[in-house]
C-alpha cells in the first residue's frame, strides 16, 4: 500500500502519450487505453508517493498523526510544518527515530506432524519470506526536501495539502 501527498485543488489538465503496454498494438489493443492513445489527468502541482512504511515515521517526525495515513494541512498551517522541516533538516539527530534498519524474516520450515492410527504423516511447509526494506538517514533526507517543495508549492498557491 502507499500514500499520496498532493493538492486536490491544483489546477490539472489532460495529458496524451502513446501507449507502452507490452503487446499493444493496431489491430491487437490492450484495451486500457483509447486506439493507442494513454490519455491521464494530471495535476499541476507537486505529488509524492510513498509506501506506507516510509510515510509513517516521516508523519510521525513532522508531528502530524501517523496512525491515520488520511490526512490533510490547511493553508495556514503549512509554514509552521514548513519550520520543522527546516528543523529535521539541521539536526541528524532529530532524524533519528524514522531511521528504520533492513530487516528479514520468515521463510522457516515448519513440521506439522499428524497421527492416524499407528501411521504418523510428516508435512513440510514453509512460511513466507518478508523483506522489511530499511529508511537510511540520506533517504529521509531526500524525502523531506520533496514534501517541502511540495509544502511550497501549496504555500504559494494558497492550496490545502491532502494525503491517502
Known amino acids: 500500500m502507499s500514500v499520496t501527498f498532493g493538492c486536490p485543488s491544483a489546477p490539472s489538465k489532460w495529458v ?3 501507449c507502452d503496454f507490452r503487446g ?21 502541482a507537486p505529488e509524492i508517493n510513498w509506501a506506507n512504511g516510509n510515510a509513517r515515521p516521516l508523519l510521525s517526525l513532522l508531528g502530524l498523526d501517523a496512525d491515520d ?17 527546516m528543523g529535521l533538516l539541521n539536526v541528524e539527530t532529530h532524524r533519528v527515530p524514522a531511521v528504520r534498519e533492513y530487516e528479514e524474516f520468515g521463510g522457516d520450515e515448519v513440521r506439522e506432524v499428524s497421527h492416524e ?18 529508511l537510511c ?4 533526507v531526500e524525502r523531506l526536501r520533496r514534501f517541502d517543495t511540495l509544502l511550497a508549492y501549496a504555500q504559494e498557491h494558497s492550496f490545502e495539502v491532502c494525503w491517502g
Open 117 to 134: 492410527g499407528n501411521l504418523a504423516t510428516i508435512r513440510v511447509r514453509r512460511t513466507c519470506r518478508v523483506h522489511v526494506a530499511g
Open 16 to 18: 496524451e502519450n502513446p
Open 24 to 44: 499493444c498494438e493496431p489491430g491487437n489493443r490492450c484495451g486500457y487505453c483509447e486506439d493507442g492513445i494513454d490519455r491521464q489527468h494530471v495535476s499541476e
Open 69 to 85: 495515513l488520511y490526512g490533510s494541512l490547511k493553508v495556514e498551517d503549512i509554514p509552521a510544518v514548513r519550520r520543522t522541516i
Open 137 to 140: 538517514d540520506e533517504q529521509i
